[in-house]
């Protein structure tokens, strides 16, 4: 009888766990949590976060794991509720494609909150966040329609990030929590009934998708809990006729990219790292923006401009327009196509735009309104050819002059083929620790992360993780 796929990603999960990853795949790893560190840190000033923190404190119970920010001591569904909450609260996440997700806002939470309480090695941490992250990203590749050209669970409106992203968490805890082969597969199957996510709030507000990945890492760390306990989950939980992939994607999907050269071909080391806290749509254009900027292109001399993008991508950057070039809330801007050009044009901060050019203030600044409702998002035939492999744009500029610029952008920044350097990802680290950490804790917390292969526990690691 041929095995099912929850049976093979349950033995994957094991083998790495008895042997360990490679160095090179534990460092990629230890980016990835430095990179949620930094996020998760910068993102406890925001309402979303302190809310959750709230609500878990009213929950009440003593627990082993860390809240980022407050330093409470949570039980550990609790502490990835939170931390997978700010995680993903300032949508600064790594993203993978063509799944369009962001895998590491639920794993790295979800891990670290099980890790912290079993107090197991950095290096059983980062073995489970390199599994978790590479069955998350393979779920999401299985909604991926390669005719369509896109996310099945994107066009139906669907968050893969929270619902693959807790299937995945769930594994990294099931290592971690020294579940067995059966185990992790039961993990599985139990947290395919746990994952969810709608994805309205990138078109019309509101701050509920921030907490997705909160819900998947609390799922997760659930899901491991009781399959420990004893709880099954169904063996064809994936690909059966009552599936995961059928219910959310019906004929449409590919199970078989979730096993098809697993352990032998990694996507961990070709996800995105993002250079600016604002949905992934819009970064192209930014860059563009910039490069205009750069050539001496100021607001002043701007009569319209055009914004090329991706016809899948228009309906979350650039629809409703009215939205789009008044955005409700800075949140609400970091979805809009017209307006990250306009910041972008006219100057940010950070690696390009940063945290300051997403709060409400910034998103009702009478210039950048006034530079946003000077672009039209449009359908473009190239873009439309490269997504979602990118997320490409091109920016066409009509002065006042009457000429016509154009800057076309067909790599994002943070990608295999644009990376962000060693010293651009530690400035991006930098900046977001330092809103409610010191410089020096800062770069503490960069050490021990670079270094977790060699740690004990994450003793000292958790204790820095407070403002």
Same mark, same amino acid.
């Given at each position: 009888? $041929?095995?099912?796929?929850?049976?093979?990603?349950?033995?994957?999960?094991?083998?790495?766990?008895?042997?360990?990853l %490679?160095?090179?795949?534990?460092?990629?790893a230890a980016?990835?949590?430095?990179?949620v560190?930094?996020n998760?840190?910068?993102?406890?000033?925001?309402?979303p976060?302190q @809310?959750?923190?709230?609500?878990?404190?009213?929950?009440?119970?003593?627990?082993?794991?860390? +809240?980022?920010?407050? &330093?409470d001591? /949570?039980?550990?569904?609790?502490?990835?509720? =939170?931390?997978?909450?700010?995680?993903?609260?300032?949508?600064f #996440?790594?993203?993978?494609?063509?799944?369009?997700?962001?895998?590491?806002?639920?794993?790295?939470?979800?891990?670290?909150?099980?890790?912290e309480?079993?107090?197991?090695?950095?290096?059983?941490?980062?073995d @489970?966040?390199?599994?978790?992250v590479?069955? $998350?990203v393979r /779920?999401?590749?299985?909604?991926?329609?390669?005719?369509?050209?896109?996310?099945v669970?994107f066009?139906r409106?669907?968050?893969a990030?929270?619902?693959?992203?807790?299937?995945?968490?769930a594994?990294?805890?099931a290592?971690?929590s020294e579940?067995?082969?059966a185990g992790?597969?039961?993990?599985l199957?139990?947290?395919?009934?746990? &994952?969810?996510?709608?994805?309205e709030?990138?078109?019309?507000?509101?701050?509920?998708?921030?907490?997705?990945?909160g819900w998947?890492?609390h799922?997760?760390?659930?899901?491991a809990?009781?399959?420990?306990f004893?709880i $099954?989950?169904?063996?064809? =939980?994936?690909? &059966?006729?009552?599936?995961?992939?059928?219910?959310?994607?019906g004929?449409r999907?590919?199970?078989?990219?979730?096993?098809?050269?697993?352990?032998?071909?990694w996507?961990?080391?070709?996800?995105?790292?993002?250079?600016y806290p604002?949905?992934h749509?819009?970064?192209?254009?930014? #860059?563009?923006?910039?490069?205009l900027?750069?050539?001496?292109?100021?607001?002043?001399d701007?009569?319209?401009?055009e914004?090329?993008?991706?016809?899948?991508?228009l309906?979350?950057?650039?629809?409703?327009?009215?939205?789009k070039i008044?955005?409700?809330? &800075? *949140?609400?801007?970091?979805?809009?196509?017209? *307006?990250?050009?306009? +910041?972008?044009?006219?100057?940010?901060?950070?690696?390009?735009l940063?945290?300051?050019d997403?709060?409400?203030a910034?998103a009702?600044?009478?210039a950048?309104?006034?530079l946003? +409702?000077?672009?039209?998002?449009?359908?473009?035939?190239?873009c439309?050819?490269?997504f %979602?492999?990118?997320?490409?744009?091109?920016?066409?500029?009509? /002065?006042?002059d009457?000429?016509?610029?154009?800057?076309?952008?067909?790599?994002n920044r943070?990608?295999? @083929?644009?990376?962000?350097?060693?010293?651009?990802l +530690?400035l991006?680290?930098r900046?977001?620790?330092?809103?409610?950490?010191?410089?020096?804790?800062?770069e503490?917390? $960069?050490?021990l992360t670079?270094g977790?292969?060699?740690?004990p526990?994450?003793?000292?690691?958790?204790?820095l993780?407070?403002?």
């Open positions: 009888m $041929t095995r099912t796929i929850v049976a093979r990603l349950a033995e994957f999960a094991t083998g790495v766990r008895a042997d360990g %490679p160095p090179e795949l534990r460092a990629d980016r990835r949590v430095l990179d560190l930094g998760s840190l910068a993102a406890t000033v925001e309402k976060g @809310a959750v923190g709230a609500l878990v404190r009213e929950w009440g119970g003593s627990g082993r794991a860390t +809240a980022i920010g407050s &330093g001591r /949570l039980p550990e569904p609790s502490a990835a509720l =939170v931390n997978g909450t700010l995680a993903h609260s300032l949508d #996440d790594d993203t993978h494609l063509p799944s369009v997700l962001h895998p590491s806002a639920s794993v790295v939470p979800a891990a670290l909150a099980v890790a309480a079993r107090g197991v090695s950095g290096a059983a941490l980062l @489970a966040i390199g599994v978790g590479e069955i $998350t /779920l999401g590749m299985a909604g991926y329609d390669e005719q369509l050209g896109n996310s669970f066009e409106g669907l968050h990030t929270a619902i693959c992203g807790a299937l995945g968490a594994v990294a805890c290592m971690l579940v067995d082969e992790i597969a039961d993990t199957g139990i947290a395919a009934s746990m &994952g969810s996510g709608l994805l709030a990138n078109r019309t507000g509101g701050t509920v998708k921030r907490v997705h990945c998947a890492a799922a997760a760390v659930t899901a809990g009781m399959a420990r004893g $099954t989950g169904p063996p064809t =939980v994936l690909e &059966g006729r009552f599936g995961l992939l059928q219910a959310f994607c004929d999907s590919d199970p078989d990219a979730i096993t098809r050269g697993l352990g032998d071909q996507e961990l080391p070709g996800i995105f790292f993002k250079p604002c949905n749509f819009t970064h192209a254009g930014i #860059d563009a923006a910039r490069a900027r750069a050539r001496g292109v100021t607001a002043a701007i009569e319209s401009l914004l090329g993008a991706p016809t899948a991508v309906r979350t950057i650039g629809e409703p327009r009215a939205d008044h955005p409700s809330s &800075g *949140y609400h801007a970091a979805f809009s196509g017209p *307006y990250t050009v306009a +910041a972008a044009l006219l100057g940010g901060g950070g690696l390009g940063f945290h300051d997403f709060t409400d910034a009702a600044d009478p950048r309104l006034a946003a +409702a000077e672009v039209t998002c449009v359908p473009d035939a190239r439309d050819e490269i %979602p492999h990118q997320f490409p744009a091109v920016l066409r500029a009509t /002065l006042r009457g000429r016509v610029l154009e800057e076309r952008v067909d790599a943070g990608g295999a @083929a644009n990376p962000l350097s060693a010293a651009e +530690a991006k680290f900046l977001n620790a330092t809103r409610v950490v010191t410089a020096e804790v800062a503490r917390i $960069t050490e670079y977790l292969a060699d740690l526990d994450l003793t000292e690691l958790t204790g993780l407070h403002a």
